[in-house]
Structure formats: C-alpha cells, structure tokens
C-alpha cells in the first residue's frame, strides 16, 4: 500500500495539504485500493482550512487522511510559495469523475452516500448513462443529522452486502470529513472520498463555475450567486480571516 505521509505536504495554516497534481491523486488512490488498503480523502479548500483553526479535533482528521488535497486554488498558491511548484488543484467533482472512468480498467465498485431525498439516484442514473460500464452498487440518504443506532445498521447491512471499493461522501464540510474519520474502519470498504457539492453538480441540479474563474480562485463567487443565503455567511467570515492568517504565516516563516 503507498504510504502517502512520504508524499509532499504544504503547511497551510497548520492542515498537512498533500502538493500534488490530479495525476499523482488519482495513481494514489489506485494503489491503495490495487494493495487492498483503507483510507479516507479529504478534498479541502478555504472553507474546510479555517474550520479547522478552532477545531483542533477536525485538523487532526484533516492530517490524518491517507490523502488530504487542495481543493481550492488558494491553498494551491500557499503551496506554491512555500516551494512545491509541482501542486495543482484537485478538484472534488474532477477527482470523482476520473475515479469513475479509472473503473473501466479497474473495475471499481462504487456507493453513493449523501445529498438530499432523491439526488444519490438520480447521480446513479446520470453516471451509469454516461460510462455504462461504471458498477454502481448502493445509494444511501442520510438524514440531517447525526444517523440512529437503526439507520447505522441499516447503512452497515448494505454496505457490507454491496461490497463496493469506493464510497462517495457527498455531504458538506466538515460534517463529511467527520463521518469518514468516524466509520473509516467500521465500513467495510476500501476508500471513503468527500467530495461534497459532486453530487448535486454531477446530478445536473446545479450548475459548475466556467473554467477561468476556477483558475482565478473566484469559483466561491459563481457558488455564492447560486446559494447567498447559506454561503454569503461562510464566506464574509472565512474569506478576509484566511487571507489575514497566510499572510501573518507566510511573514512568520520567512
């Protein structure tokens, strides 16, 4: 199985984020799941970065995730200027969707675990019409909160029934890094991903931000456009503060 703590790590505001590419992710993975390890992967940007500066049980299952990647371009520019010109972002949809046509070779069995009433179906049928040969083997809808000792067996019985490789998280941060360091082990399967708004964007529910804001850093605005109510508040409170703190680390360090 690689041992991902030997991979490069950037030090953003104390989160351990993995300098890689998409490629270097992807062949990752496909290690640990050929070597018939366990792990979990955290996909972390802006938000998941400064949740985790008052929440030092949540940094610590940042660091310990076989694969902690930059989801976001800021943390890909922190990464940069402390040395590792090889980082590049990895993007959540993009890592799932790669994962799911690796499985045309691999023949990886996948689980869809997340989202509202209705949307891990609909992502199945989207999925499997676009690459007919993807095995997708369950779904599960979570309620809202914390899973009763009934739906955790239930959870249990068909994932163990199902025997998939991969299971998608597809819930927001930090409650879906939570439940992967909570069931990593418990779950009988090889690898727990977050990768959160994948499934409502690869459902068709929502829409993704054009390429060049993505490579802008300014994606949070096409989001915020779409969901002001429940982001406006995330992002005038964790926006200006990680800018603040990488600048006071980045003066520390020099």
Known sequence: MPDSVTLPRANVLGVGVHAIDMAEAVR?????????????????????????????ELREILNRAFL?????????????????QQMSRVYGPDFMMEMCRRSRLGGFRHFL??????VAEQLRTRLEALMPWLRI?????PPYGPLSARQEA??????????PDILWV?????????????????????LMAGVGAAFDLHAGLKSDA?????QC??????????????????????????????CRQLVGMR
């Open 68 to 84: 902690c990647l930059p989801d976001g371009m800021p943390t890909v520019w922190v990464g940069r200027l402390q040395g590792h």
């Open 210 to 214: 054009p390429q060049w804001m993505k």
């Open 154 to 163: 239930e959870l249990l019985a068909s994932v163990t029934q199902s025997e």
């Open 137 to 141: 083997v369950g779904t599960y809808t």
């Open 113 to 118: 675990y997340g989202g509202a009433p209705g």
């Open 217 to 246: 850093g300014l994606q949070w605005l096409h989001r915020l456009a779409q969901e002001p109510l429940r982001l406006g508040p995330r992002y005038l409170k964790h926006n200006p503060r990680f800018v603040m703190a990488i």
């Open 28 to 56: 990752q993975a496909e290690y640990l799941l050929a070597a018939g390890g366990s792990g979990y992967v955290c996909l972390t940007g802006v938000h998941g970065v400064m949740e985790a500066q008052g929440d030092s």
């Open 170 to 190: 597809g819930l927001s941060t930090p409650k879906q890094e939570r439940f992967m360091a909570q069931y990593w082990g418990r779950l009988p399967v090889k």
